[in-house]
């Protein structure tokens, strides 16, 4: 979701010379405390340290991935703060996944109001402090067929804007702090050959939301998120990835942070996130993929998109570009754990760096 902050802050490892600190002698369990760095239009640079704890709930599983739980401390050269902590667990030969997150966030932000043709020039910062919860427990009901319950909470407070602008002028909904509150469900299917880095399988998930007053939430309305992602592999280790990506709220009054963000480290590289808001986001970008030289690959990407108050008024002629290239070293090799630097353009004054970990999508 466009308002989870912590998603947006890919880590990448400062050191690679990661401390061990303690690990068992069957080696079912690790924690890692490390440095990190990271750089985003959002962010700038940012500093902090991690921590991850791999582990499996049963010795005897054989068939489930190694379940993990990760803390986080970031601050950013924007005065930005970020904490978090998100993991996944598997049980029962994946018979069920837990994934959460936790977060607090103190973040100064840009806004350049509502739509899809606000100007350059009319950007107002502002500030706020965030908690976030999200929950999203899994049941395989097939191969690679998943369905899901979700829970997420959002809380808004210290709200700071220019009195007077647009966030007066266009009312924008909770702008003077609030709490949501929703409950859903979720359908995945994914048989990608790999998490981090896949170059065959498919990876398709609808995200079903709904918030209401009735289990707390100070406004009532809906988010569905449809996530649609193809990896064909071509010759020579090079491979194709495309991804459909579509955000889309309704409800008279959805709260600023719920709206959907066009921009960011994974989607339309060049864009700050949020560059562009409303209550609808669709996205199509692609990504060509292509070794170099040993740990070394590179990166052609290329995105086409916009928002929207409603799903019927897109207008094909007002969709924006993205476009760019990038370099990746292998990390982990075996795992396909890539550090990557991208430099994303977009329309106008555009364009930005990316240092993070991990592929965009």
Sequence with gaps: MNYRVFASVLLV?????????QADSSRSKKLLVLPVI????????SFGAAGSLTFRLSPKDSISRTSNLQVLALYSTKKQLVTAINGSQYFNNEKYILNEQFSFSSFPDKFWGLGNQTADEAEEPYKFNQFYIFLHLLRKISPHLFVGVVYEMQRL???????????????IVGRNGYLVSGVGSSFTYDNRNNAFSPNKGFYGQLFINHFDKFWGSDYNYNNIVIDLRKYIPLSLNQSLAMQLYSYNTTGREVPIRSLASFGGASRMRGYYEGRYKEQQLLIIQSEYRF???????????????????????????????????????ALDKKEKLNLRIDYGFGQ??????YLQLGEAF
């Design 348 to 353: 106008g004054r555009n364009n930005g760096f």
């Design 13 to 21: 490892f400062w050191n690679i010379h990661c401390v061990q600190a």
């Design 38 to 45: 990271s750089r985003s239009i959002e962010t700038g640079w």
């Design 157 to 171: 407070w210290n709200v700071e804007y220019m009195p007077g602008g647009l966030f007066d002028q266009q009312k």
């Design 291 to 329: 070794p170099v030289y040993k740990k070394f690959s590179g990166v052609a990407f290329a995105g086409w998109g916009d928002v929207s108050d409603q799903f019927a008024n897109y207008q094909l002629s007002q969709f924006k570009y993205s476009f760019g290239a990038g370099i990746r070293f």
